[in-house]
C-alpha cells in the first residue's frame, strides 16, 4: 500500500458509509490526488515529491474525513456521544441515589446501563466500521431508547423533586434517540433515490414508521410492567414483550422498503403494527 492509499484509507477511517459510496468516495479522492500529483510532476519534481507535496496540499487526512463526515452525514457522529455518554452519567447517579438515599443496590441494573453506553460510545468511535451497517447502528439506538423507557419506570421509585428530574432527562434522551434513528434511516438510502422519490414523502413514512414502533414499545413495556406489578416474575409476564421484539426485527425490511415504495410500506407497518400488539393479547386469552 503506496503513500496514497494510506492517505485515502485514513479519510474514509472517519467516515460513516455504505460499501457502494465508500468505493465512490474512494475513487474521487484518488482522482483529486492524481491531478495534483500530475501538476508537480509537471513542474519536474520527482514521483515521490510529487506525492508528498500533493498530500501535504490537501491537509491532514483525519480532518478531511471529519469534514466529509459532518457534510454527508451531518452530527451523526455527535449524536451517538450525546446518547452514550448521557447514558452512562444518568446511570451513575441514579445508582449513587438508589444506593445512598434508597439504600439499594441494582448492580445488575447499573452493568447494563453502562454496557449500553459503552456500546453506543463504541459504535461513535468507530463510525467508519459500524455506521456502514445502519440497521445494527438503528436497533443499538432502538435497545438504547427501549431501556431508557424501563427507567423511566424506575425511577417512580427516587422521591418527587427526583423522579420528575429523572424522567425529563430520559425523556429528552430519548427524543434524541428517536432524532438519530430517524436521521440514520433517511441517510442510508442515497439522496438521489430520495430525490427520485419525493424526500417529502420518505421523510414521513420513516416518522410514521417510528412512531408505529414508539406505540408498540410503549404499549409493551407498560403491559409488562403491570404484569410484573401484580402477578411478578413469571413468565407469562413477558408476554407483552413479544411485539418489541417483532417489530425490532421488521423495522430492517422497512428501511429498505421505505425508500423504494414509501406509501404501500406506511399500509404495510401500519398492519404489522397492529398484528404485533394484537398477538400478545391472542396468546394470554389462550393460555
Known amino acids: 500500500m503506496n503513500r496514497t492509499e494510506k492517505y485515502i484509507r485514513r479519510v474514509l477511517e472517519q467516515m460513516q458509509s455504505p460499501k457502494a459510496e465508500r468505493e465512490e468516495m474512494r475513487e474521487e479522492l484518488l482522482m483529486h490526488l492524481e491531478e495534483a500529483k500530475k501538476r508537480y510532476l509537471y513542474e519536474g519534481y520527482s514521483e515521490k515529491q510529487a506525492e508528498k507535496y500533493a498530500l501535504a496540499d490537501f491537509g491532514n487526512p483525519s480532518r478531511i474525513g471529519r469534514e466529509l463526515q459532518e457534510s454527508i452525514y451531518p452530527f451523526q457522529r455527535g449524536l451517538l456521544y450525546v446518547i452514550g455518554i448521557a447514558t452512562i452519567i444518568f446511570g451513575v447517579i441514579f445508582y449513587l441515589n438508589a444506593v445512598f438515599l434508597l439504600h439499594e443496590r441494582i448492580i445488575v441494573w447499573f452493568g447494563i446501563q453502562l454496557l449500553i453506553g459503552t456500546a453506543v460510545i463504541l459504535a461513535a468511535i468507530n463510525i467508519s466500521i459500524v455506521g456502514r451497517y445502519f440497521y445494527l447502528v438503528n436497533l443499538l439506538i432502538l435497545v438504547s431508547a427501549t431501556w431508557s423507557g424501563i427507567d423511566l419506570m424506575m425511577v417512580e421509585t427516587a422521591p418527587g423533586g427526583q423522579a420528575f428530574l429523572f424522567s425529563l432527562c430520559l425523556t429528552i434522551l430519548i427524543i434524541v434517540s428517536l432524532i438519530f434513528v430517524f436521521r440514520n434511516s433517511y441517510y442510508s438510502t442515497s439522496q438521489t433515490e430520495n430525490e427520485q422519490r419525493k424526500p417529502g414523502l420518505v421523510k414521513f413514512s420513516y416518522i410514521m414508521n417510528l412512531l408505529f414502533g414508539v406505540i408498540i414499545i410503549s404499549l409493551g413495556l407498560f ?15 413477558f408476554v407483552p414483550s413479544i411485539p418489541i421484539f417483532l417489530w425490532l426485527t421488521f423495522y430492517k425490511f422497512q428501511m429498505t422498503y421505505i425508500a423504494k415504495k414509501p406509501l404501500l410500506s406506511l399500509a404495510t407497518g401500519f398492519l404489522f ?15
Open 223 to 237: 403491559f409488562m410492567w403491570g404484569f410484573l406489578v401484580f402477578i411478578g416474575m413469571r413468565a407469562i409476564a
Open 273 to 287: 403494527s397492529g398484528v404485533a400488539i394484537a398477538l400478545p393479547f391472542g396468546i394470554l386469552v389462550f393460555t
